[in-house]
């Protein structure tokens, strides 16, 4: 069984940073893709950005691209969102998940294991 434990939310002021970190843990990961979602409250759960765990390739929605930065650490199975110039807009429950396929797309239903989520504010 595959666990995913995200960490590293918290309160910011529009204009700072924050980083998340995603620890997998249960199984090898080379085939994978990891993701990262957010939902914001009455919202939907959206895509925020995915890496694969091979090659380490890489893609952003549209609303974080040029301040959003995921990276991976094949040595100690993690997985990190680096937030810059943070938003009040991007205030939300931040989700790591991962794709056993190794797609790493936008669409939800292609995560199967998923973590309990941290909370990102951002304050204006």
């Known amino acids: 069984q595959v666990q995913v434990v995200e960490s590293g939310g918290g309160l910011v002021q529009a204009g700072g940073s924050l980083r998340l970190s995603c620890i997998v843990s249960?199984?090898?990961?080379?085939?994978?893709?990891m993701g990262w979602f957010r939902q914001a409250p009455g919202k939907e759960r959206a895509f925020v950005g995915s890496i694969t765990w091979t090659d380490g390739s890489t893609m952003y929605a549209d609303s974080v691209k040029g301040r959003f930065t995921i990276s991976r650490d094949k040595h100690k199975n993690t997985v990190s969102l680096q937030m810059n110039s943070l938003k009040p807009e991007d205030t939300a429950v931040y989700y790591c998940?991962?794709?056993?396929?190794?797609?790493?797309?936008?669409?939800?239903?292609?995560?199967?294991?998923w973590g309990q989520g941290t909370q990102v504010t951002v304050s204006s």
């Open positions: 998940t991962a794709d056993p396929e190794g797609v790493g797309s936008d669409n939800v239903g292609d995560y199967d294991y």
């Open positions: 249960g199984r090898t990961f080379s085939g994978y893709a």
